[in-house]
Nanobody
């Protein structure tokens, strides 16, 4: 049973930084996964902001966060991270970790409906 547990959210001022963590368990070691961070603000659709494909370590970022956010995983592939820099009030949202068995043919799914496993979310609030 795959489980994802996020942590690291909080409240910061504009320009601040946070690091989100997603602890993973229940994975099959020889399968590649697409690991993603999504966010959802009140009244808005869930948005994919960053994806990491474990098969080769390649990453994808949404234009809205490119150059400010950094997705990575630890060497044991047990924890997924999202480093958030230069935060803006519009980054305020609930952030979710998600994963799905990956494919080199489509390593970066960006729609929330394409993901099978989800964490419970962690809140990020950026004040001006």
């Amino acid at each position: 049973q795959v489980q994802l547990v996020e942590s690291g959210g909080g409240s910061v001022q504009t320009g601040g930084s946070l690091r989100l963590s997603c602890a993973r368990s229940g994975y099959i070691g020889y399968i590649s996964y697409s690991m993603a961070w999504f966010r959802q603000a009140p009244g808005k659709e869930r948005e994919g902001v960053a994806v990491l494909y474990t098969g080769n370590g390649d990453t994808y970022y949404a234009d809205s966060v490119k150059g400010r956010f950094d997705i990575s995983q630890d060497s044991a592939e047990k924890t997924l991270y999202l480093q958030l820099h230069s935060l803006k009030p519009e980054d305020t949202a609930m952030y979710y970790c998600a994963s799905v068995e990956g494919s080199i043919m489509k390593p970066f799914p960006t729609k929330h409906t394409e993901y099978k496993y989800w964490g419970q979310g962690t809140q990020v609030t950026v004040s001006s």
